[in-house]
């Protein structure tokens, strides 16, 4: 049974009821939820885990949006999580020493692929699309909201931060540098990536989604060419357990995508192999940071800089990292925008999703035009730009990577009492750690776009 416009219909555990466009399909869903003695009772999360394991599917999986494979499941997640982070990989690496550094990429990135297989699973087992509805479906009403609060407050921090980028990268291209008013550059980033949000779907920008990746790892490679060793800093003063947790925060920081990971799966025809994209991006990218990090602190060792791009030595070669860096931005910001512009256009015209015509792409831009303009205006009014970033990455992008799919998978009731809460402890004071360790240790640095845009 599929719903208006192509949406995937909701198990009742949803409390949603599929919509239908007549009399026709109203009577069949009737006839399907009720029996003689009245509507059906509720289905468990864990019965419909074993109804997914018995079958290999669930009922509404197929709608005609639903065209990615699990190649293009793997290009989406790449691009969403194969960023600056990257950048910083080496540098954490140096906190903790290169064994214990190789070690901690290893366990995050084991611990990031986990807690996404986690998601997959609780998404398979109530048909639920966003991180609202599987909530929802496995905790309740207002866990459902609190989880949506946290998901949009990340995904509008990280479109924040973009604009951030878009603006300063904008500058750095137009020569002479630094001619350009912030203001007008980044209206004129805003300009660009407007007209690309308006794709519709994350299936179609799979193409694009191989661009962000290129480009990063273009980048990447021009700063490795320069790669030298800096100056050691100062005798640091923090405690081993800081080190540890500092270099945490960023190597998790390099793993997060977690936010986008539904919408992914919600878009694939056949979500039963999500698992293998997520195993696919997240053994490649542990592979690949493993390789940087550790490769640049044996050849810099104590003189690893703390961002690569800080090496890129000529001014062609970074004007071409900027240019690098702006089209990578370009499309990011197209993906976290897509899903946010989306969850919009569902509660003010949910009769225009996935439906061709005049009508429906106006309300898609017209949403699309806010979430640009709200994201531009704010990268320029808000003084305090790091605090901003930091408070969003450590209170709602930390607890969505590694706690919400602990406490999800607990709902689900799949595995023992034990091992449940235990997950759910572990999960919340690592998370606890880490936020901690990131608002205590920041150092009140304004300078915009941390660093990542060079000057």
């Known amino acids: 049974e599929y719903g208006h416009a192509g949406q995937m219909s909701r198990p009742v555990v949803l409390g949603r009821p599929s919509r239908v466009d007549d009399k026709e399909d109203s009577e069949l869903a009737v006839a399907q939820d009720c029996d003689e003695d009245g509507p059906a009772p509720a289905v468990s999360g864990s019965d419909l885990v074993e109804l997914v394991q018995a079958t290999g599917e669930v009922e509404g999986h197929h709608g005609p949006h639903r065209s990615a494979s699990w190649l293009q499941a793997v290009l989406l997640l790449c691009a969403e999580v194969l960023g600056v982070g990257i950048m910083e990989v080496p540098g954490n690496i140096r906190l903790v020493g290169i064994g214990p550094g190789v070690l901690l990429v290893s366990l995050l990135g084991a611990l990031s692929a986990t807690t996404g297989l986690l998601l997959g699973r609780a998404g398979t087992a109530t048909g639920g699309v966003t991180m609202r509805e599987v909530a929802t479906g496995l905790l309740g009403v207002w866990p459902g909201r609190v989880v949506m609060v946290m998901q949009h407050f990340a995904l509008v921090g990280a479109l924040v ?39 519709r779907s994350l299936a179609a920008m799979s193409t694009l989604a191989v661009a ?20 050691s800093s100062a005798e640091e003063q923090d405690s081993a357990m800081e080190k540890v947790a500092a270099a945490s925060g960023g190597i998790m920081y390099a793993f997060a995508g977690h936010s986008v990971m539904l919408e992914v799966m919600a878009e694939m025809v056949d979500p039963t192999q999500f698992a293998r994209s997520i195993g696919v991006t997240y053994g490649g990218l542990a592979a690949l940071y493993v390789a940087v990090g550790g490769g640049v602190v044996l050849v810099c060792g104590d003189g690893t800089p703390e961002l690569l791009l800080e090496v890129v030595d000529g001014k062609t070669a970074r004007w071409l990292c900027s240019f690098l ?94 091992l449940r809460v235990g997950a759910v402890v572990a999960t919340a004071g690592f998370a606890g750690t880490l936020i901690v360790v990131n608002l205590v240790g920041w150092d009140g640095d304004e300078e915009r776009a941390e660093c990542v845009i060079l000057d």
């Open 161 to 199: 931060a973009f604009a951030e980028l878009l603006g300063e990268s904008m500058q750095q291209l137009v020569l002479p540098v630094g001619c350009l008013p912030f203001g007008a550059a980044l209206l004129g980033g805003g300009a660009v990536v407007l007209p690309l949000c308006q794709i």
């Open 212 to 231: 962000a990746s290129v480009t990063v790892l273009l980048a990447l490679s021009l700063a490795i060419a320069d790669l030298e060793a800096m100056e």
């Open 325 to 418: 860096l702006f089209l990578h931005v370009l499309v990011v910001f197209m993906v976290n925008a897509q899903v946010v512009i989306r969850t919009w256009v569902s509660w003010l015209a949910p009769h225009t999703l996935d439906v061709p015509g005049r009508g429906p792409r106006l309300v898609w831009l017209a949403v699309s035009s806010g979430v640009v303009a709200f994201s531009c205006a704010v990268s320029a009014a808000v003084p305090f730009f790091g605090l901003l970033t930091t408070l969003v990455g450590a209170l709602f992008s930390t607890p969505l990577c590694v706690v919400v799919p602990a406490v999800i998978w607990a709902g689900v009731r799949e595995g023992s009492w034990c």
